[in-house]
């Protein structure tokens, strides 16, 4: 008995030898490979839209400008925020100088957007041009909560008050649109 034991043991052990060298057929070796990859950020820009050639006023008039499509398009691919400001020259003629108006205030319209982001526009008339007011940018549009890109597009009135005092001439200004 203690020959088939022996003989038993030893078929086992060998068994056993065996099959701890056999590798099953599925197990290949692995090679992990990463990727990654890099999203470029763009620009925050602004375009100031389109306004109406002018108005002729009698002093004492007020002018509304209808601004359209002043847009903000951010490609940063991030979330920073932005706001849109507004600064307006003083009007002058080649003539008879500065004219400085008794008001100029700039309404802008809510804003249609595309991607995420909440904007805000200013609540009411900003003054863009005044007595305190004079080389001042004034915030007119903040965008919040901002992933990704995103546009924002609206409209504004720019209405300008002539003083009763104003020397006839033809005046220019410049209106001017940042986003930060």
Do not use: C, K
Not at 17 to 25: F, H, K
């Amino acid at each position: 008995m203690r020959r088939l034991t022996r003989v038993s043991l030893v078929m086992a052990g060998s068994a056993a030898l065996i099959g701890s060298m056999a590798l099953p057929a599925s197990a290949a070796p692995t090679d992990p490979t990463n990727l990654s990859v890099e999203v470029n950020g763009g620009d925050l820009a602004i375009d100031g839209g389109t306004a109406p050639a002018g108005a002729t006023l009698d002093p004492g008039q007020m002018a509304n400008f209808t601004l359209t499509d002043v847009t903000v398009t951010d490609t940063r691919a991030g979330v920073e925020g932005w706001t849109a400001s507004v600064f307006m020259s003083p009007f002058e003629s080649v003539s008879t100088g500065t004219l400085a108006p008794a008001s100029a205030l700039y309404t802008p319209e809510l804003a249609a957007l595309t991607g995420t982001s909440t904007v805000a526009e200013a609540a009411a008339g900003v003054s863009v041009l005044g007595a305190t007011d004079v080389g001042t940018a004034v915030a007119v549009q903040t965008a919040t909560g901002v992933t990704g890109n995103n546009t924002a597009i609206w409209g504004a009135v720019l209405a300008i008050e002539v003083p009763a005092q104003a020397l006839a001439d033809t005046y220019t200004a410049t209106l001017t649109h940042s986003v930060l």
